[in-house]
């Protein structure tokens, strides 16, 4: 099996039962066991504890759970550069709800989410002890809260992270980056870090990691955790400052670009100071609401 494995393949892959018979008690495992050991981490006043490193108790708790769940489906990982510690905006490529643990398991970011995901059992718990910012689909209330809120955490010293092409996509391409969301580091006044999610088998996109058509979240969760190792990569690259020139657009189109050479798929596109491929009356909210509507799934 390669990384474009078709549904056919799949069918004949001998092992996937084998995986599951392995990768299922460790799943209970890490849901029955670990998962409680974290939530008392998270509890106040054990939360604010400072380790050694200077890193809070609960956003170390957070990162050895999430990155045990990538591990869980059979995930090695793989981290390129470093994260920012001070307030910063993380903007990244988009495929998978894998993305967000995958990004957590090396960084405690501020996630933008659905308002669903505050009234899952324990998972939302966790979210909302992570920080996530919730949004309410369809409510230009909701977008007005949730840009102040990440104002407000950026200027609290913490990171927010963001997908600017407003949903999921294909793992070896980048769609356009909505320029509006950076709007918020001219408001906090703090910089963009582009972080390339790549997802490869050998060299190749393991592309079997994105939803497929009209693929819902459920049936895709039992997908990957019967899917071949995979290594997920984490890059972070060089910061990209405040643009004087172009503005939110050149921000965009330069941590796009960013992203695309580091995930080393596609032709990066040319870097140009005015007027490049972000869509600036575009919010990446919105759009996600807009993918719902439509039952993409985000």
């Known amino acids: 099996m390669n990384a474009t494995t078709t549904p056919m393949?799949?069918?004949?892959?001998?092992?996937r039962p084998l995986r599951y018979v392995v990768r299922v008690p460790l799943l209970l495992w890490h849901l029955l066991v670990d998962l409680p050991i974290t939530l008392l981490c998270l509890m106040?006043?054990?939360?604010?504890?400072?380790?050694?490193?200077?890193?809070?108790?609960?956003?170390?708790?957070?990162?050895?759970?999430?990155g045990g769940l990538m591990r869980v489906f059979?995930?090695?990982?793989?981290?390129?550069?470093?994260?920012?510690?001070?307030?910063t905006l993380f903007v990244?490529?988009?495929?998978?709800?894998?993305?967000?643990?995958?990004?957590?398991?090396?960084?405690?970011?501020?996630f933008v989410a659905?308002?669903?995901?505050?009234?899952?059992?324990?998972?939302?718990?966790?979210?909302?002890?992570g920080g996530t910012i919730y949004h309410q689909r369809?409510?230009?209330?909701?977008?007005?809260?949730?840009?102040?809120?990440?104002?407000?955490?950026?200027?609290?010293?913490?990171?927010?992270g963001v997908f600017p092409e407003g949903g999921t996509g294909e793992v070896d391409k980048v769609r356009t980056f909505h320029a509006r969301i950076f709007q918020t580091c001219y408001d906090a006044n703090?910089?963009?870090?582009?972080?390339a999610l790549r997802y490869v088998r050998g060299e190749q996109a393991a592309k079997a990691v994105a939803f497929?058509?009209?693929?819902?979240?459920?049936?895709?969760?039992?997908?990957?955790?019967?899917?071949?190792?995979?290594?997920?990569?984490?890059?972070?690259?060089?910061?990209?400052?405040?643009?004087?020139?172009?503005?939110?657009?050149?921000?965009a189109e330069a941590s796009r670009r960013a992203i695309i050479l580091a995930l080393g798929f596609e032709a990066p596109p040319p870097l140009r100071a005015r007027n490049g491929d972000a869509a600036d009356d575009l919010d990446p909210i919105a759009e996600a609401d807009h993918a719902a509507e439509a039952d993409v799934p985000v």
Not at 144 to 150: D, E, G, L, P, S
């Open 9 to 15: 393949q799949e069918a004949r892959d001998r092992m």
């Open 44 to 66: 106040p006043p054990v939360a604010a504890l400072r380790l050694p490193s200077g890193e809070r108790l609960d956003h170390r708790m957070i990162r050895w759970w999430q």
């Open 74 to 87: 059979g995930f090695k990982l793989k981290r390129v550069g470093e994260p920012r510690r001070e307030a």
């Open 92 to 110: 990244a490529n988009h495929c998978s709800w894998l993305d967000i643990t995958l990004l957590h398991s090396q960084r405690a970011v501020c």
């Open 114 to 129: 659905k308002a669903e995901i505050a009234h899952w059992p324990v998972i939302g718990w966790l979210a909302s002890r």
């Open 138 to 160: 369809g409510s230009n209330d909701s977008l007005a809260r949730v840009a102040q809120t990440m104002i407000d955490r950026l200027n609290a010293g913490l990171g927010v």
């Open 190 to 195: 703090v910089p963009a870090q582009p972080v």
């Open 212 to 251: 497929r058509a009209k693929e819902a979240f459920f049936p895709n969760f039992l997908r990957l955790l019967g899917e071949p190792a995979t290594t997920a990569e984490v890059h972070f690259l060089d910061p990209v400052p405040l643009a004087t020139e172009g503005g939110r657009k050149r921000m």
